[in-house]
Structures are given as C-alpha cells and as structure tokens.
C-alpha cells in the first residue's frame, strides 16, 4: 500500500504533499527534522492521506497535486475544515 499525504506546518501553516509506503514513519521522520525540505518547519501534523494498491497511480496523483494548481485547490475545498 502506497499513500499520497498532506500535511501542515504547525509553526508557519504552510502545506507540504508527498507520498510513502509508511506513513507513520513518515510523519515521525517530518517532525524529527530527518527531511531537508521541511526540516525547518517542524512541527507538522496530518491532515489528508490517499491510499493505492499501486505506486504508478500514487506518484502520478502526488505530481498530480504538486504541479497542477486546479487539483490542488479542489482538494482544498474538500477538506477546508482540516486546514483550520
């Protein structure tokens, strides 16, 4: 099982996406500072996860998220009370 996230920056807000096969793990390396892009946004917590049987699709709706704007903010309005 493959997992897209979403997670928040509890000291600046800001989102981050990315995908894993552990996502405990995951969000235990974000908030031990182990990753370089958000190390220096620690705290974090989860907001969103997507689970797929096949990495294929997971990293296709990962870039999906990252690199189109239109389905990002569609996301967002789903889970608007999560941002909170």
């Known amino acids: 099982m493959l997992y897209v996230y979403m997670i928040k ?3 600046d807000g800001n989102l981050y ?3 894993t096969n552990d996502l405990r793990r995951r969000l ?3 908030n031990k500072g182990l990753c370089e892009s958000t190390k220096n946004r620690i705290p974090f917590k989860l907001i969103y996860y ?3 049987a096949s990495e ?3 990293r296709s709706r990962e870039k ?3 690199l189109r704007a239109n389905a990002l ?10 941002l909170i």
Do not use: F, P, V
Not at 73 to 82: A, E, G, H, V, W
């Open 9 to 11: 920056s509890e000291k």
């Open 17 to 19: 996406t990315g995908s």
């Open 28 to 30: 235990s390396e974000h």
């Open 50 to 52: 997507e689970s797929y």
């Open 56 to 58: 294929k699709d997971a």
């Open 64 to 66: 999906n998220l990252k």
């Open 73 to 82: 903010s569609q996301l967002k309005r789903r889970i608007k009370y999560s």
